[in-house]
């Protein structure tokens, strides 16, 4: 039996939540007061096009906000953009994206559904592939979705006003990527359709579609984007400025702790699960004088890990930090890499050990003071290393790794 809803107000302060839109709220409201009173929840859209294979804390800005509205009762679905997926998503974009192949979107989004169950409730969750329609579509059909809307609706849309003013490209495709996605709200009877503010324009062109279709228009609720642990730009795994929600703990925990402090905040409210009340105690300390930043920006390491790995990883990461970072002592459990006894290039080893992704990253960090040979700091980028006996090799504040010679 499902539990009641909870009072229609309650529910609002709650979805307002770290939110940018509501539109309208007026009819939020009276979608809700209609779901209390007649015990039928809402449903809840968010797609996602699996373009890259891995999750990171930005894409779970929006599933921590689906899993409030679950927590509240409704109904989450989830789209999984195989088809968009192919077209991709022109929002901010200045060019025509790259197209993916129906295999590659589908191996991406193999991994998806498991990280997506790491936020929400699976018993609560509906999953669908949006190709269960657009791949049965006829091209008379296409035709119909097509005339729903018009060239210059389509032109206001920032990004392509700025190509189209520029006279860079716009492919015919890209057009489609608005109408697909509001037809998927259409497929899935949309009460309120969740995305980044730069979202906006697909999310709003969805209630156009739903009532070409006859159907009562869903709620645009916006999120804001997520800035990245470099403090600058959005998070993205291709800037490197990104937390994998399935990262090793003590990856987790050091990451977080280099976001700068006037991001504490906004990470507290997008990314963890604390309540509203504690969420106000953390703004009255971070308005303290007397209160350091850091102690605050721990608790937030010590919550987004215990969230995605548990209690005891997270007080083990937490310890590792003190032990690695703050106090500048040797982790008590250091990768291996064996060589065999002579000469090898640091280069070498700092990149086929894993340390660091590349020869230039390496020299980099080499430059940056940031490598040493067991404690030393090294400044010579040419560097070779006599191995006879085991050294540990450092590359940033967390990257360990100990040389030890093969047997002959």
């Not at 703004?283 to 605050?296: A, G």
Request: glycine share 6%; with cysteine.
């Amino acid at each position: 039996m499902k539990r009641p809803f909870p009072p229609v107000e309650d529910q609002l302060e709650i979805i307002a939540r770290g939110t940018v839109d509501l539109l309208p709220l007026d009819e939020l409201k009276r979608k809700l007061e209609r779901s209390y009173r007649t015990g039928r929840p809402l449903r809840i859209k968010q797609g996602f096009d699996p373009t890259a294979p891995d999750i990171h804390l930005g894409h779970t800005v929006g599933l921590r906000k689906l899993k409030q509205f679950q927590d509240l009762g409704h109904q989450v679905v989830l789209i999984i953009g195989d088809y968009t997926g192919m077209v991709g998503d022109p929002s901010e974009k200045s060019a025509t994206r790259p197209r993916l192949t129906h295999e590659e979107v589908l191996e991406n989004a193999r991994t998806y559904e498991h990280q997506f169950f790491k936020i929400l409730d699976p018993e609560q969750t509906e999953v669908r592939y949006n190709g269960e329609w657009f791949s049965k579509m006829s091209f008379a059909e296409v035709m119909e979705l097509a005339s729903k809307f018009t060239v210059a609706r389509m032109l206001e849309r920032d990004d392509f006003a700025r190509r189209f003013a520029r006279n860079q490209p716009i492919s015919i495709h890209e057009l489609f990527y608005p109408l697909m996605q509001g037809y998927d709200s259409v497929m899935i009877r949309s009460d309120v359709e969740i995305g980044a503010t730069e979202q906006k324009f697909n999310l709003v062109t969805g209630r156009d579609i739903q009532r070409e279709y006859g159907q009562e228009p869903q709620i645009v609720l916006t999120l804001p984007v997520l800035v990245g642990i470099d403090g600058v730009n959005r998070m993205s795994k291709s800037l490197g400025n990104y937390i994998g929600i399935d990262e090793p703990p003590e990856e987790m925990f050091g990451k977080t702790m280099r976001i700068p402090d006037e991001q504490i905040y906004p990470y507290f409210e997008l990314v963890t699960d604390v309540t509203l009340e504690a969420l106000r105690d953390i703004r009255r300390q971070l308005q303290d004088p007397r209160v350091n930043p850091r102690d605050v920006k721990r608790r937030l390491a010590f919550t987004i890990v215990r969230m995605y790995h548990g209690e005891a990883a997270a007080r083990r990461a937490a310890a590792h930090f003190e032990r690695v970072v703050v106090h500048k002592e040797i982790p008590e459990e250091i990768a291996e890499y064996p060589v065999s006894p002579g000469n090898h290039r640091l280069l070498d080893i700092l990149v086929n050990a894993g340390l660091v992704s590349s020869k230039s990253e390496a020299r980099r960090r080499i430059r940056q003071g940031a490598v040493s040979i067991d404690g030393s700091v090294v400044e010579d980028e040419f560097c070779e290393l006599y191995i006879q006996k085991p050294v540990v090799i450092r590359a940033g504040k967390r990257a360990f790794v100990r040389v030890v010679p093969s047997d002959p």
